[in-house]
Structure formats: C-alpha cells, structure tokens
C-alpha cells in the first residue's frame, strides 16, 4: 500500500518557485496529526539529506540551505505535507521525498525537482 506519495516536482529556471506535496496514507499515518514530518533530498551521487521539518505544533525548522526560501506546512486534514520553494538554484536539484521525522516508514518514490535555465 501506498504510504507516502510526493508530487509537484518540475523543471524550473534559477529564481523560480515550485510547490511540493507529499500525502500520506496506510495504517502508519491513520493519527497523521500527532506526526512530526520532514522533507528530504537526494541529489545524484549524494546521500538523502535532510530540508525541513514541521512538528505536531506547527512549529518548523529549516536546513541552512533552506531557510529563508523554503516554507514548510501541513494540512491534517487532508494528510499532506507541503514544500514551497521559492528563489531556487541549480544547486537544489535533488529528487524531494517526505518521511516521518522519527521512525520513518518507507520511502516513497519521491518527486523530481530540476533547476536549470
């Protein structure tokens, strides 16, 4: 079953702005609510690391790269997470996947996100 499906990955020139979704679904997310969730990326040839985290508490926190273009938000409702990214570079090419902040689940297949002019 389908836990976690991230989505509105695109190409984009530098400066540009796109926004990520990620819904959850399965028994591991049926209390989404009290779930602290997190973006991740994986650029080519190197290792998934982490962007941005949102608490239970809609408090957020932001990788270094991230913060002051990055804006992370959840709507517990609908089980999804999203990404709005603005100002991109190329240098945040990476595919963007979601997963629980702790104990995380499995991958999902995650969204392709290229920034080139």
């Known amino acids: 079953q389908v836990q976690l499906a991230e989505s509105g990955g695109g190409l984009v020139q530098p400066g540009g702005s796109l926004r990520l979704s990620c819904v959850a679904s399965?028994?591991?997310?049926?209390?989404?609510?009290?779930?602290?969730m997190a973006w991740y990326r994986q650029a080519p040839g190197i290792e998934r690391n982490w962007v941005a985290t949102?608490?239970?508490?809609?408090?957020?926190n932001y990788s270094p790269s991230a913060q002051g273009r990055f804006t992370i938000s959840r709507d517990n409702t609908k089980k999804t997470v999203y990404l709005q990214m603005n100002c991109l570079q190329p240098e945040d090419t990476a595919v963007y996947y979601c997963?629980?902040?702790?104990?995380?689940?499995?991958w999902g297949q995650g969204t392709q996100v290229t920034v080139s002019s």
């Open positions: 399965g028994d591991n997310f049926t209390k989404f609510e009290i779930y602290t």
């Open positions: 949102i608490y239970l508490t809609g408090n957020t």
């Open positions: 997963n629980r902040a702790v104990d995380k689940v499995d």
